[in-house]
């Protein structure tokens, strides 16, 4: 009788911050495999203890110490390898023909990785490091060491030759999108979706946590309006959670995790609204923006009109030409509403601003930090929105009548009714040209009488979405195309 082979898991990390540690440590607690970790058997190896004496020991010899750290893997025991190189070197040292191999490559997003590695090194909180301008700043050149550290590796990896002929079971692993025991179920072709799993409900506790830190770091930030819509968000997310927790009917248990996603996304679009980092590129180098944040509007303002853009926008093609950070499209997409969502700022591309691009898609990662941890199903899918690159609102390319709906927040000024209302309507001609439905925007209330001037068709939405607290009264109209309002 043939003897059982012993197995062996070659995990590697694309970057710092994809979870090997914790992927490794979660497969031997679940097959009771011992772990093993490639630098440490080279440090001990060479008597080397920090970095700096790894890497200039390293640069005196050729080779050696791979092959014989698999060389002396026990063909009687169960092995789970962690290295950043395991993946590309082992299966050359390795007899494929006497261990069932598998290899497992884990990637993440950069920003989701540098946001992790902060949080390792620092212990603060998500809520503390969007909070504070100096923060923000230094997740900024985590993304840099990140990037850089991952295309080392990736040139690491190019050196290499294929590895050699034999079965070895591979899997590429999106730790970004991910929690650590959604990759090992996926690994092991569980079946976790038809049940709630206790990592689930800790994954969805800990994010209620987060949550509540988060409140906490940013209460300063936070207009009263939009606290007051914070209480009831995160009171939504804690019933939809005890009531996960009873759910055995798989139907049953998808509705609540439904309900309980878009409660969530309520939740973080109430509480990152106005300090979700927002990202700029210079010189090919991210930058964060500490100060148009601030221009964004209060969510309090963006829930008044939620109940209006839910079925007036509900799959229908939307342009959002003054999209800042991102917020307002984040939720509509989050939220499966819009079919597509096309943005675009005036800090796009090099029309106004040559030496700072506009980073839309990292503004759309850095606004999934907040959901970190969860599992896959609770992610928001922002797929459906496109950016479109160095492009003002007044020369849209876009074909007549291509989208549905321009939804936006134009910039009018904290000062004054009337400081940037020729923006608003010399803006209009274009965004009425694209849109099919036309215009819905938040804007000062005076300027509703003054835009019907320009013999356009103004219908108001809203009140006064501020309720007296603000300076300015804010209501959203819809301003319809000309062919439209003259049928």
Partial sequence: MENAKNKIYLVSAEMPGCGSTSLCNEISRKTGASVVRIGEYIRKNLNVNSEKELNQALSKITGGHDEQFYRELSQDTDYVVDGKMATAIGPHYLDCAASDITSIDLTSHPLISAKRVMQRETGLSFGEIIAEDDHKHALAKMYKMVLERAAHSQDMRQSIQNSPSGHVHTHLIDTGNMPIPEAYAVLSNEDYQSSVKDWEMEALNENINNLIVCRQALDRHLHEASAYHFKHNLERVKYRTDQLDTMLGKKAIELVRFNLKHALIDSWANLTMKSTPRFFVHDNDAMIDTESPEFSPEYYKLAAIWPIVESALKDKIV?????????????????????????????????????????????????????????????????????????????????????????????????????????????????????????????????????????????????????????????????????RGKS
Avoid at 340 to 353: E, L, P, Q, T, V
Wanted: with cysteine; hydrophobic share 35%.
């Fill in 319 to 483: 342009l959002d030409p003054f999209a800042g950070s991102g917020i307002l499209t984040n939720a509509l997409a989050a939220k499966n509403i819009t079919k597509k969502i096309y943005i675009s700022d005036i800090d796009c591309g090099n029309a106004d601003s040559p030496k700072r691009a506009s980073a839309p898609e990292l503004n759309r990662k850095a606004w999934e930090l907040a959901f970190d941890g969860l599992p896959s199903f609770y992610r928001p899918d922002l797929s459906s929105i496109e950016n479109i690159s160095g492009v003002v609102a007044h020369n849209i390319p876009l074909p007549d009548k291509s989208i549905d709906y321009v939804v936006t927040d134009p910039p009018y000024g904290a000062t004054s009714e009337n400081d940037n209302l020729d923006l608003v309507v010399s803006n209009l001609d274009e965004m009425l040209r694209v849109s099919k439905e036309g215009v819905i925007m938040l804007i000062p209330e005076q300027y509703e009488s003054k835009i019907q001037q320009n013999d356009r068709d103004v219908i108001k939405l809203t009140k006064d979405v501020s309720g007296g607290r603000s300076e300015i009264p804010t209501v959203y109209v819809h301003i319809k195309s000309k062919e």
